[in-house]
């Protein structure tokens, strides 16, 4: 059983930067994230690790990068020039034999 947990969400302005950061408790083949907003399904992110190509959203495409310290098991999302339509939920994924999840922080992008 890995245990991932999350760190680093919060409240911006539009155009500010926030960074994302999750800490595995054991070693995952692939870390990314994910998020969710209000009324809508859990999307893609950003996904990075052995075996995948490090891909992510059009929407975040030039703005937000993933980032690994394997020697950590962690994973980080830069994300930057945020925009009020990344609020949601951002959940830390990683995958070994099975899917695990974060607990999932909140990202608010507002004046």
């Known amino acids: 059983q890995v245990q991932l947990v999350e760190s680093g969400g919060g409240l911006v302005q539009p155009g500010g930067s926030l960074r994302l950061s999750c800490a595995a408790s054991?070693?995952?083949?692939?870390m990314g994230w994910y998020r969710q907003a209000p009324g809508k399904q859990r999307e893609l992110v950003a996904i990075?690790?052995?075996?995948?190509?490090?891909n992510y959203a059009d929407s975040v495409k030039g703005r937000f990068t993933i980032s690994g310290d394997n020697a950590k098991n962690t994973v980080y999302l830069q994300m930057d020039s945020l925009k009020p339509e990344d609020t949601a939920v951002y959940y830390c994924?990683?995958?070994?034999?099975?899917?695990?999840w974060g607990q999932g922080t909140q990202v608010t992008v507002s004046s």
């Open positions: 994924y990683g995958w070994r034999y099975r899917a695990y």
């Open positions: 990075c690790g052995s075996g995948v190509t490090t």
């Open positions: 054991g070693t995952l083949f692939t």
